[in-house]
């Protein structure tokens, strides 16, 4: 009996250890499925980087296709942009001509200068055995994207200003790993019709420039960014008739105070409160700008006429004293002498400031211009070669620079 019982007993352990090892044997089953399936799904990932060790050229084209609402006080613009990046790819051949991002390399481009979310954010990718110039398959992104934007302007020269309407395509890979620069090919173009309003006129050239930005991504590295740029300049017909049309009626109202006698206290009076009206048009004026530390032309046309209405009252106060000392008949002629003084002044300085505006304001604008006509010998050589002319585009990219630079400090 006491054999009977110890042969189950033995029988009941082998049982449990072949149930422990059959759990054990499961788990290390379970583990090697994980790891295979990780295996599995890195391994595209992990053969493109050891074949992308070197830095990848990465070419972008842009166009902008509409532009609205381009927001002077808050500095941004809404706008609808279509950009193809491309670059090319050793891991793809014709026996596996599909890009997948998810197992292929890929640049990871960003847009640095978006406001908020991409209201239109749309990705979509082909591949090229026939790129000129490529040794490897061509893979090129078509990315449409629509937002809010941006833009730091430039307004020393508003109302008469021309400002940069840019996009800013950068990466979250690092400079060793990735170089932007502009479609060797292929221009950057800009819809004449994508001005959605009757405040600015567009351009028609775009001009691309390379830069290397700090921001954080996962990294500390410097990042590649391409500035992507077409221009728009301001229509000055609003400001000239509503505001400086306005501001120089209320100095030539000054010059009634003429038809009232030098001691009568209401000439001062009426010179006074010209000079309150136009304190107060100005505080509206600035209203519809950003608090900004430099003076545009128009803070500069209307402080100009404030110190003129300030003379008027001054000169008012100085011939009301002169009555208590000469014959009302020569404080007359004194009275009209210095108006004669002032009237010739306010004109000397009209003329002034309207040469010096055409000799930086609207010079800027005759850049703009020429730019046009340079851009278009651009698409003629690219039409005629194949290829776009780098030694005057770099050229041209230094020049604008230093008109750039010259423009502002004016």
């Known amino acids: 009996m006491a054999t009977v019982d110890q042969l189950v007993f033995q029988f009941s352990s082998a ?14 089953l ?3 499925d994980a790891l295979a399936r990780h295996l599995l799904n890195n391994k595209s990932e992990e053969q493109i980087k050891i074949e992308r060790i070197d830095q990848v050229t990465v070419e972008v084209k842009c166009t902008f296709l509409k532009i609205w609402d381009i927001d002077t006080l808050t500095q941004k613009y809404n706008g609808e942009v279509f950009i193809q990046a491309k670059w090319p790819d050793p891991g793809i051949n014709t026996r596996n001509p599909v890009y997948d991002p998810k197992y292929f390399w890929n640049p990871k481009l960003v847009i640095k200068n978006v406001a908020g979310d991409l209201t239109v954010n749309r990705k979509s990718y082909s591949v090229s055995f026939v790129e000129p110039g490529a040794s490897f398959p061509v893979v090129i992104q078509y990315w449409m994207i629509k937002g809010i934007f941006e833009e730091n302007l430039e307004l020393q020269h508003f109302p008469f200003d021309v400002q940069d309407v840019t996009i800013q395509v950068s990466t979250e890979r690092s400079t060793k790993e990735v170089r932007i620069i502009e479609d060797q090919h292929m221009m950057s173009t800009v819809n004449p019709a994508c001005l959605d309003g009757q405040d600015w006129t567009i351009y028609r050239h775009v001009e691309c420039f390379q830069d290397i930005t700090t921001m954080e991504y996962a990294s500390l590295y410097e990042h590649p960014v391409l500035f992507i740029q077409c221009r728009a300049c301001r229509k000055v017909g609003y400001f000239v008739w509503n ?3 306005i501001v120089l009626m209320i100095m030539l109202l000054t010059f009634g105070t003429l038809a009232i006698d030098p001691n009568i206290p ?3 009076v009426i010179t006074i409160t010209l000079f309150l009206t136009l ?7 600035k209203s519809n700008l950003p608090t900004i530390s430099y003076l545009t032309y128009l803070d500069k046309y209307i402080l100009a006429s404030l110190v ?3 003379i008027q009252t001054a000169e008012s106060a100085v011939m009301d004293a002169l009555t208590r000392v000469y014959t009302m008949d020569e404080v007359i002629y004194y009275d009209q002498l210095v108006m004669r003084v002032i009237a010739t002044t306010l004109f000397l300085f009209h003329v002034i400031f309207w040469i010096y505006i055409y000799n930086t304001a609207f010079s800027k604008r005759r850049l703009m211009f020429e730019k046009d006509q340079l851009y278009l010998k651009k698409r003629v050589y690219l039409h005629k070669h194949g290829v776009l ?3 005057h585009q770099s050229a041209e990219h ?4 230093g008109e750039k630079t010259s423009l502002i400090s004016k």
Do not use: C, Q, Y
Not at 15 to 28: F, G, P, Q, R, Y
């Open 308 to 310: 003129f209405l300030g």
């Open 15 to 28: 049982v449990n250890i072949i149930d422990s090892n059959t759990k054990a044997l499961h788990e290390i």
């Open 398 to 401: 230094e020049s604008s620079f």
């Open 30 to 32: 379970v583990a090697f």
């Open 389 to 391: 002319d780098t030694h």
């Open 243 to 245: 505001i400086i049309g």
């Open 279 to 285: 304190v107060a048009f100005k505080l509206v004026v």
């Open 266 to 268: 209401d000439r001062m």
